[in-house]
């Protein structure tokens, strides 16, 4: 006979009043509470997420800009290029034309393409595009203003300063009589102990580059005339009846030899490149050039600052015995092919 089964016992609950009270208030509450906190941090971690998704990214000023005026992506990305998009495209440039073996693929490089071909041929008869001259790893970008970058003009320069050639440093030694002031040196000790002989000159070059339909293009005339110091030597062998052309500024200057008289002035040219390379040259106030030069003028009247344009112009040497320097022709404001057209200045003069 089986044995019945032991009935279950239940177990006594605690009365609710009895029990333990909980921090915080009821129950229902305490339920509650792990989703406020998880909400509290998910906000906190918002933030965090966006900068781990969109790293780099900052509400600037320009952003803030954009949104208000509403720019286009074609324009956005056109900022962008003006701003240094442009500069990996103008070092392959340089870097090709400075490798280049021949004037055919130099000129390919260049604003006027084939047209620069003959010129290119004269001036590399007497110099050669040596790479570690100027090499193209030590040209530096420059900001221009927007009224040269939305027409597609950039720059960039080369400058280094003046060096002593210490492979050719071996200065004679003077005698001490000489040395402590006791006789004067002669002259060829003056001569072979100059520290001149052994310093190389500086070298600043401009590179403007323009975009075209086919990429950036090298504004070779300026880039040769600032790396060779053409209007320089231009200036120091005058021949008779030899002409040149030369992207310049211009503005009023005084003449200290005397020559500016009643009805001339004298208007200085100066490479963009070398402050101190620069040609004086008296022009007649009632002649056409003098009239177009006149709102350079300054020394009649009272300005605040002497006015400086940039022009392109050709300067002549006379036929004389001893020639004289003069301005041929103002081919135009600006640098011709880089942003100046020819005879642009007609405009300006109402013809």
């Keep these: 006979m089986t044995e019945p089964a032991p009935e279950k016992v239940a177990r006594p609950q605690a009365p609710q009043e009895d029990l333990p009270e909980r921090v915080g208030g009821s129950p229902s509450k305490l339920k509650k509470l792990p989703f406020i906190v998880l909400g509290v941090i998910f906000v906190a971690l918002i933030p965090a997420v966006f900068k781990i998704l969109l790293p780099g990214r900052k509400a600037t000023d320009a952003d803030q800009k954009v949104a208000r005026e509403g720019l286009t992506f074609a324009e956005r990305q056109d900022n962008a290029y003006r701003s240094s998009g442009w500069i990996p495209e103008a070092e392959e440039v340089l870097q090709k034309f400075v490798a280049a073996e021949s004037i055919e693929e130099r000129a390919a ?19 050669d595009e040596i790479e570690h001259r100027t090499p193209v790893s030590v040209f530096s970008p420059v900001s221009l203003g927007d009224q040269d970058t939305k027409r597609g003009i950039f720059l960039m320069t080369y400058s280094r300063p003046e060096q002593f050639a210490i492979r050719n440093f071996f200065r004679p030694i003077p005698p001490l009589r000489v040395k402590y ?25 401009m590179a403007f580059f323009r975009k075209t339909p086919d990429g950036l293009k090298l504004d070779w005339q300026t880039y040769a005339q600032t790396k060779y110091r053409l209007l320089n030597r231009f200036i120091a062998n005058p021949e008779p009846r030899k002409r040149g052309i030369f992207r310049v500024f211009v503005q009023e200057d005084v003449d200290l030899d005397g020559r500016d008289v009643a009805g001339t002035s004298v208007y200085r040219f100066t490479d963009p490149a070398y402050q101190l390379d620069y040609a004086k040259v008296l022009i007649r106030d009632e002649s056409e050039l003098g009239k177009v030069l006149a709102p350079l003028k300054w020394r009649t009247r009272v300005v605040r600052k002497a006015p400086v344009r940039n022009a392109t112009v050709s300067l002549v040497w006379s036929d004389d015995p001893e020639p004289e320097l003069q301005m041929g022709e103002l081919i135009c404001w600006e640098f011709l092919g880089l942003g100046g057209e020819r005879d642009n200045w007609k405009a300006e003069a109402g013809e």
């Design 109 to 127: 490089l260049t604003i006027r393409g084939k047209q620069n071909e003959s010129e290119m041929a004269a001036i590399y008869q007497d110099f």
């Design 181 to 205: 002031g006791l006789e004067e040196p002669n002259g060829l000790l003056l001569t072979e102990a100059s520290v001149n002989n052994f310093v190389d000159e500086s070298v600043k070059v």
